[in-house]
């Protein structure tokens, strides 16, 4: 015991906890540079998830500014946009409690989409960007993970932020999509004046066929079809919500796992 007090001792147990801080000093550095290349080069890899998916589900309904309509657009938008959100979202929150997943996956998502309305279709087709705007669902990301650092739980984030989702994409995009919603009158007919874009720029798929976007039964509820389509949207995007669960869990996080305990 008195041998482990000696001066010859407490040198060496300083020279110990000198070299140790310099460890730990170094590899903090190496994680430090390793985590901003990760999260640079995650964000065209994010992006084009989340655009790939939003593509593959909503299409052309969030696309030009005459097909986001009030009966689908609400509810196909909504589930397209939250399935890589909530991938995201678990996988941060698993790997480190950040509650930052669907929000950095909304910041991602909506900086490539900008780049690539702006260079694919205005620079490179000339259409004008207030016909292929792109969505934002930066608004809604916030929330859910707010829910997700309040509740801490995902059951409870899919059931009261999903629906919120829905409310809060459909609610945030329809202020930018409201003056395109107006009348006009346009070779003797009323149309809004997204209508009358999608006259003016000729795309493939017109004038081949119609679209006729009122056509169903969701006006027997009370004879509103918004209200109606964002009240599936919510289910909607509980279920695109667990889905995305689906994908950061067993899709890519299990693998990582699993690699891991063969070394």
Known sequence: MAAATTPAALAEAQRRLELR???????????????????????FVVAGAADITKQLFAGDWDFWTDW???QWWPVITAFATIIIPSALQYIQWAAWRFPTGATYT????????????????????????????????VCAAVILDWILMKTKS???????????????????NYIPLAPFLQPAHF????????????IVYIRSQTPEYLRHIERGALRSFLGETQYVSLAFGGTLAVAGYWIGQFIGRYLAVWPIRRYLKTL
Not at 154 to 172: D, E
Not at 187 to 198: E, W
């Open 154 to 172: 995902f059951i409870l984030t899919s059931l009261f932020g999903a629906p919120i989702w829905a409310l809060l994409v459909w609610a945030f």
């Open 68 to 70: 986001k309509d009030p």
């Open 106 to 137: 909304a910041v991602c998502f909506f900086m490539a989409a900008w780049v690539g309305r702006y260079f694919q279709w205005h620079v490179a087709e000339s259409y004008p960007m207030n016909f292929v705007w792109p969505i934002s669902t």
């Open 21 to 43: 801080a310099l460890l730990q000093k170094k590899y903090k550095w190496i994680d430090g540079t390793w985590d901003l290349v990760f999260w640079i080069t995650a964000i």
């Open 187 to 198: 070779m003797n007919h009323v149309l809004t004046v997204s209508d009358v874009q999608g």
